[in-house]
């Protein structure tokens, strides 16, 4: 039986009709994959929704978010090794930098320059803070430079996820969080999004630690070196993506008969990884270079495929470059993937022939926007049994001429192909 690698670049896509990276990078490796393949354009979740990655990943796995999921902040404690308690909500959180006496957020994330030393510090001061609620505490844990995981909890009691977030670059609708378009930079209040006394209560207490949080933040030692170095102080966490379960989901092994496994690198994917129950080949966070990093991802994807028969790689490379506006740096991430990973899989393992590939990404992160966006996604599978169209371009442009046409929803999108290359009969 034919062998898949799914490959996912973080964050790649951006907006047809625009200069994008995807349209700039030499990558003569995902062209041949476009040019032996069929293609098409994914909304990872659908038309109109920017998504997170959270949603968008368990979307493009197959499962639709608008039944499934139930919030980013379990997904990360699950990928931090954190275990919720009953009645405690979890929030992906963000070391972030403000003013304190206006609240401007100054950056979302400390310029990218917290080491994760650093904010273990940081969360290690925060940890175990009591509320002014009876019974009331906190737990923080840092994961990967800049990001971290908060959990709020009220002995005895029980609190809600149906809150809004303090981070005001993401809004819910829902459970779902989606990228808001020139947000208004301040540090947002926490508001509940439904009127029971266990919303209010959470709303209130995440405000309350949010506020104590910058006091206790502002004169940490940890900042007060960052200031004498010139960098910028850790002085506040923003909290998005409440939740108080993981989503109920069917093992992936069980929902297409097919063994399953990820090579993952952020908590985000690690714990989604571990709720589908997906063999695990985690590999170190992102150092910091993209050409240091992608030889033990190549080598823990060429071992993952010994042993399941879809093997999901998630490469993160093109989206902080998204994120920070920065084009070059973008296109170098796209180049070096595909000269130090697609091409070696392609020349060694025969990737699209006798390999097959479905490439695609979880949500566009376009230059112009410094965010995810609503933007559909180049996507394409290659394999045995698989007809090519007229495509010979990965790109927005070259992909939305492809056979596959618009997909609409992300969650069709992998059983769409898995049909298309024989491995399953129903999609």
């Given at each position: 039986?034919?062998?898949?690698?799914?490959?996912?670049?973080?964050?790649?896509?951006?907006?047809?009709?625009?200069?994008?990276?995807?349209?700039?990078?030499?990558?003569?490796?995902?062209?041949?994959?476009?040019?032996?393949?069929?293609?098409?354009?994914?909304?990872?979740?659908?038309?109109?929704?920017?998504?997170?990655?959270?949603?968008?990943?368990?979307?493009?796995?197959?499962?639709?978010?608008?039944?499934?999921?139930?919030?980013?902040?379990?997904?990360?404690?699950?990928?931090?090794?954190?275990?919720?308690?009953?009645?405690?909500?979890?929030?992906?959180?963000?070391?972030?930098?403000?003013?304190?006496?206006?609240?401007?957020?100054?950056?979302?994330?400390?310029?990218?320059?917290?080491?994760?030393?650093?904010?273990?510090?940081?969360?290690?001061?925060?940890?175990?803070?009591?509320?002014?609620?009876?019974?009331?505490?906190?737990?923080?844990?840092?994961?990967?430079?800049?990001?971290?995981?908060?959990?709020?909890?009220?002995?005895?009691?029980?609190?809600?996820?149906?809150?809004?977030?303090?981070?005001?670059?993401?809004?819910?609708?829902?459970?779902?969080?989606?990228?808001?378009?020139?947000?208004?930079?301040?540090?947002?209040?926490?508001?509940?999004?439904?009127?029971?006394?266990?919303?209010?209560?959470?709303?209130?207490?995440?405000?309350?630690?949010?506020?104590?949080?910058?006091?206790?933040?502002?004169?940490?030692?940890?900042?007060?070196?960052?200031?004498?170095?010139?960098?910028?102080?850790?002085?506040?966490?923003?909290?998005?993506?409440?939740?108080?379960?993981?989503?109920?989901?069917?093992?992936?092994?069980?929902?297409?008969?097919?063994?399953?496994?990820?090579?993952?690198?952020?908590?985000?994917?690690?714990?989604?990884?571990?709720?589908?129950?997906?063999?695990?080949?985690?590999?170190?966070?992102?150092?910091?270079?993209?050409?240091?990093?992608?030889?033990?991802?190549?080598?823990?994807?060429?071992?993952?495929?010994?042993?399941?028969?879809?093997?999901y790689v998630h490469l993160k490379g093109p989206d902080e470059p998204g994120?920070?506006?920065?084009?070059?740096?973008?296109?170098?991430?796209?180049?070096?993937?595909?000269?130090?990973?697609?091409?070696?899989?392609?020349?060694?393992?025969?990737?699209?022939?006798?390999?097959?590939?479905?490439?695609?990404?979880?949500?566009?992160?376009?230059?112009?926007?410094?965010?995810?966006?609503?933007?559909?996604?180049?996507?394409?599978?290659?394999?045995?049994?698989?007809?090519?169209?007229?495509?010979?371009?990965?790109?927005?442009?070259?992909c939305s001429r492809g056979r596959l046409g618009v997909i609409e929803r992300?969650?069709?999108?992998?059983?769409?192909?898995?049909?298309?290359?024989?491995?399953?009969?129903?999609?």
């Amino acid at each position: 039986m034919v062998k898949l690698l799914y490959l996912v670049l973080d964050g790649a896509a951006g907006t047809a009709g625009r200069d994008t990276a995807l349209l700039t990078a030499h990558k003569p490796g995902l062209d041949h994959i476009a040019e032996i393949g069929a293609c098409g354009m994914t909304y990872t979740i659908a038309r109109g929704v920017a998504p997170e990655s959270d949603a968008a990943v368990l979307s493009i796995l197959g499962y639709d978010p608008h039944r499934y999921y139930t919030g980013r902040g379990p997904i990360e404690a699950a990928g931090a090794g954190i275990i919720l308690r009953e009645g405690e909500v979890a929030f992906r959180a963000n070391f972030a930098t403000i003013e304190p006496e206006t609240l401007r957020i100054i950056d979302r994330r400390v310029g990218r320059s917290l080491t994760t030393e650093e904010s273990r510090e940081l969360a290690s001061a925060l940890d175990g803070m009591r509320l002014s609620v009876p019974g009331s505490y906190v737990r923080v844990k840092a994961t990967v430079g800049h990001r971290a995981v908060v959990v709020i909890g009220v002995e005895g009691g029980r609190l809600s996820e149906m809150v809004d977030n303090t981070d005001p670059a993401y809004r819910r609708k829902g459970l779902i969080s989606v990228a808001v378009s020139n947000p208004d930079m301040r540090l947002t209040r926490c508001d509940p999004m439904d009127s029971s006394p266990e919303a209010r209560l959470t709303a209130s207490l995440v405000n309350e630690f949010t506020e104590r949080a910058v006091e206790l933040l502002d004169r940490h030692p940890v900042n007060e070196r960052r200031r004498l170095e010139g960098k910028l102080p850790a002085n506040a966490i923003l909290l998005r993506d409440a939740g108080a379960r993981l989503p109920p989901v069917e093992p992936i092994s069980e929902k297409y008969g097919l063994s399953f496994g990820a090579v993952a690198e952020m908590p985000v994917e690690i714990g989604i990884a571990r709720l589908l129950g997906m063999r695990l080949e985690e590999v170190p966070p992102p150092s910091g270079s993209l050409r240091s990093d992608i030889p033990t991802r190549l080598e823990a994807s060429i071992r993952l495929l010994r042993s399941v028969d879809v093997a999901y790689v998630h490469l993160k490379g093109p989206d902080e470059p998204g994120h920070d506006g920065n084009m070059r740096a973008k296109v170098e991430a796209i180049e070096v993937i595909d000269e130090m990973f697609v091409r070696p899989m392609i020349e060694d393992h025969g990737l699209g022939e006798e390999l097959a590939v479905l490439v695609t990404s979880d949500h566009a992160t376009p230059c112009w926007a410094k965010a995810h966006t609503d933007d559909p996604v180049p996507t394409c599978v290659a394999g045995p049994g698989v007809p090519p169209d007229e495509v010979a371009k990965f790109d927005e442009v070259s992909c939305s001429r492809g056979r596959l046409g618009v997909i609409e929803r992300g969650h069709e999108m992998l059983p769409r192909a898995l049909k298309l290359l024989g491995l399953i009969t129903q999609s």
